[in-house]
């Protein structure tokens, strides 16, 4: 009776005040907390403290400050809160480092640190008395220095990661009293009570799954006066650290109520965990093994085992941000059912960035080509899958079009249109048995030159293709070239540490300045477009190891015929004599202008559609710094750049680069 006069009284005089004492969020779609440190607001609703994030710390704050005390001698008053959490962890077995709530001064925790810290404190401020922190944590790392029980454990803690009491996470079972226990990087939902009761100056603490009744034995029971801890207004909210395994820590909803009971969450309308790898099946085998015999059991076992082993071969990885990208995203299931479970018959080839598989649509029955890209870094993903949906909506005919994409753990896979007569190169190098004549290369040229002029140009945002050459370049059904295999290389840009420029291309067509400062740009692009000019005109490789070591860097060889007066000369044999040799020169001409050192001395691409067509006339290369008298264009530090544009791969796969390059730079021959 005394206690619900107290109540009430404190429920009149907070009227009185104004302030605002309770609050519920079922998901965080429209709260206004004070975030601090990584916390977000994923687009479901749930509250991110931590995202796959290592070493970092999230905080989150109820706005307002809390009047826990009437003024500043009285003791605190109850409040009791809820809240369901989910830990998700990179591993099965491993996580870091857990989620706290906290009852601190301020709406931030200045100067905490992650990991074993929670967020909290740090090395100094641990065990001060100044802290004024209150702290219910739900850890998942055994910290022998702050005298944690177990790695899977809830303590209490009072300006101190010394829990002054902790016990391993579970609950006592309603009916016998056991204690069962949980597992808090299970990856499953759980809800949290925390009570204080101010008379009886009590703090309990109660855990269960998520759905399960509130258990009515608390798992910590601590007799304790607050009050002495705690200032006369206080912000409650949580704090969450990651230490090394890549751990997201989410709330999905959560209720606090001062002088009273905090109001039950609708967990109906809470947000839902990311679903990440296949689904838990296991209570199913509980509830269902008992009920049938032994013989049922099996087939049901065995029909569980073939179920599992089938939700895990269609396993694939899909993040809330996806979702915008329904229409370019394709499952798993449908891939694997088109290229016949990724048969090697289907097998169309590989690649620097993976295999390549045949198929063919179940839903639709168009030919598809899918990439198998694997990628253990999930960093840059976000960014690199927007880019994928953005150039799936490039459409050109001299672009292999990309339909879509699909996520599994550790992989990618893109999914292209078919292209039916495969990549370039398979009809220039290897003494083919079929080749293209003249004017299906020069279509070809004058195909993928307006691909890269769209690209470039003519789309909406400047699309930098860094990887052209004859095996990115596809013919379809009618012979025509298509650009394919977009954006890979910046998938591995991504993923890299910014701190080391890691240049991603091919040797042979990567333009000094782009080795040098590690960025691509068009003029890189049309660099490499040089090369893949001089490569269908002469049917050589841009770097050929097996030519004779003067000759083996195309371009030096093609530059050198011109020089004297020869350039016909550099023609590939395969065509005999059936081409038009004002077009081989144009195109061997524009060649060697492209694989100027120099990037303004390039033509854009708008210029190369041009001279191609015919529209505008070449300039002679003399006036251009291509002179016979010396290779002007690669200008005076041209042989530092030419060294460096190839630092290891060069000195190793080909002993004699130095002095070739030196040749090639030092003017002449
Ligand atoms: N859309 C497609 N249609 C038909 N065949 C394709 C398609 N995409 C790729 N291929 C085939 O798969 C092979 C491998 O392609 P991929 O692009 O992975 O290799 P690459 O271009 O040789 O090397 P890199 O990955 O270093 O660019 C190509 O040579 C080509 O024959
Ligand atoms: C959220 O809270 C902050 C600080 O209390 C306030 O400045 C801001 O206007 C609020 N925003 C909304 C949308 O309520
Ligand atoms: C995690 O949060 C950071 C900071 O808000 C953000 O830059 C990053 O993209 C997020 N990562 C993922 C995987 O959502
Ligand atoms: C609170 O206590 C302090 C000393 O403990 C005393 O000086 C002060 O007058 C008290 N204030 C009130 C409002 O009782
Ligand atoms: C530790 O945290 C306190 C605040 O709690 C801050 O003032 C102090 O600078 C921090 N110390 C270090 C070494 O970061
Ligand atoms: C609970 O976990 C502990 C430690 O992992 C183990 O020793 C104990 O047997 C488990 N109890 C039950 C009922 O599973
Ligand atoms: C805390 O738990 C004890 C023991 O179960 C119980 O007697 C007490 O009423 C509980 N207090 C609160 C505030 O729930």
């Known amino acids: 009776m005394i206690l619900n006069l107290a109540t009430l009284f404190f429920a009149l005089l907070s009227l009185a005040s104004g302030q605002d004492l309770k609050f519920t969020f079922n998901g965080f779609r429209l709260a206004n907390l004070t975030l601090d440190g990584i916390a977000e607001y994923t687009p479901t609703g749930l509250l991110a403290l931590t995202n796959r994030t290592v070493q970092r710390k999230g905080h989150a704050f109820y706005p307002n400050p809390i009047p826990f005390k009437t003024s500043p001698n009285t003791s605190v008053s109850s409040f009791s809160t809820s809240f369901v959490f989910g830990i998700i962890s990179e591993f099965q077995k491993l996580s870091g480092h857990g989620i706290v709530f906290v009852v601190a001064p301020t709406p931030a925790l200045p100067g905490a640190l992650a990991s074993q810290y929670l967020g909290l404190f740090n090395e100094t401020s641990n065990d001060d008395p100044n802290n004024h922190v209150i ?9 022998t220095e702050f005298g944690d029980i177990n790695n899977n454990h809830v303590g209490i803690d009072i300006n101190s990661l010394d829990s002054v009491d902790a016990h391993p996470v579970g609950y006592f079972s309603d009916e016998n009293g056991q204690f069962q226990n949980l597992s808090l990087i299970s990856g499953k939902a759980m809800q949290v009570w925390v009570e204080y009761d101010g008379v009886k100056k009590q703090i309990n603490v109660t855990i269960a799954l998520v759905g399960v009744n509130k258990p009515k034995k ?13 200032n006369q207004e206080m912000y409650v909210g949580f704090s969450s650290s990651t230490g090394s395994v890549l751990t997201s ?23 839902k965990l990311p679903r990440i790898g296949p689904k838990k099946t296991s209570r199913f085998l509980t509830i269902g093994v008992p009920a049938i015999s032994v013989v049922s059991a099996l087939v049901l076992i065995s029909g569980m085992f073939f179920y599992l082993k089938r939700k895990r071969k269609f396993a694939e990885v899909l993040e809330d941000w996806e979702l915008d990208y329904g229409p370019h995203r394709f499952k798993y299931k449908e891939l694997y059912i088109a290229t016949k479970g990724f048969k090697d018959k289907e097998l169309l080839g590989a690649g620097g960035f993976g295999r390549v598989y045949r198929g063919i649509l179940p839903s639709s029955k168009i030919e598809i080509a899918v990439k198998r890209v694997s990628h253990e870094s999930r960093q840059g993903m976000r960014e690199f899958v927007a880019e994928i949906v953005s150039i799936g909506r490039l459409r050109h005919r001299n672009i292999v079009q990309l339909l879509g994409y699909c996520r599994r753990k550790g992989e990618l896979l893109l999914v292209y249109d078919y292209m039916p007569n495969g990549s370039l190169d398979k009809f220039l190098y290897d003494q083919p048995d079929f080749t293209l004549n003249w004017r299906q290369r020069l279509r070809v040229i004058k195909g993928v030159a307006s691909g890269l002029f769209y690209l470039h140009e003519e789309w909406e945002q400047v699309v930098v293709h860094r990887d052209v050459k004859a095996s990115n370049v596809l013919l379809d059904g009618e012979l025509n070239g298509r650009l394919g295999d977009f954006g890979l290389a910046r998938l591995y840009d991504h993923g890299t540490d910014p701190q080391t420029t890691h240049v991603v291309g091919t040797v042979g067509y990567l333009a000094p300045e782009h080795t040098r400062t590690g960025r691509a740009t068009t003029s890189t692009d049309v660099y490499a477009f040089g090369a893949f000019l001089l490569e269908v005109g002469c049917g050589r490789r841009p770097i ?9 860097i195309l371009v030096d060889w093609v530059f050198s015929l011109w020089s004297k007066g020869e350039i016909l000369l550099a023609v590939d044999h395969n065509l005999g004599c059936d081409f038009v040799a004002e077009e081989v020169e144009l195109v061997l001409k524009l060649g060697l202008l492209c694989s100027h050192s120099e990037p303004m001395a390039r033509p854009s691409m708008r210029q190369v559609v041009r001279y191609l067509e015919g529209e505008v006339a070449l300039p002679e290369l003399t006036s251009l710094g291509l002179s016979a ?12 750049e030419f060294a460096m544009s190839y630092p290891y791969t060069m000195d190793q796969a080909f002993p004699h680069s130095t002095s070739v390059a030196e040749s090639i730079l030092s003017g002449g021959r």
């Open 218 to 230: 608390p798992i910590l029971s601590l007799p304790r006066d607050l009050s002495p801890f705690m």
């Open 135 to 143: 702290g219910v944590e739900l850890d998942t790392i055994q910290s």
């Open 249 to 271: 820590h989410y709330i999905l909803g959560w209720s606090f109520r001062l002088n009273g009971e905090a109001k039950e969450l609708d967990l109906s309308s809470l947000p």
């Open 544 to 552: 050929d190891p097996r030519a004779p070591t003067e000759d083996f």
């Open 629 to 640: 008298a010396g290779l002007t264009f690669a200008h005076r530090e041209g042989f530092d």
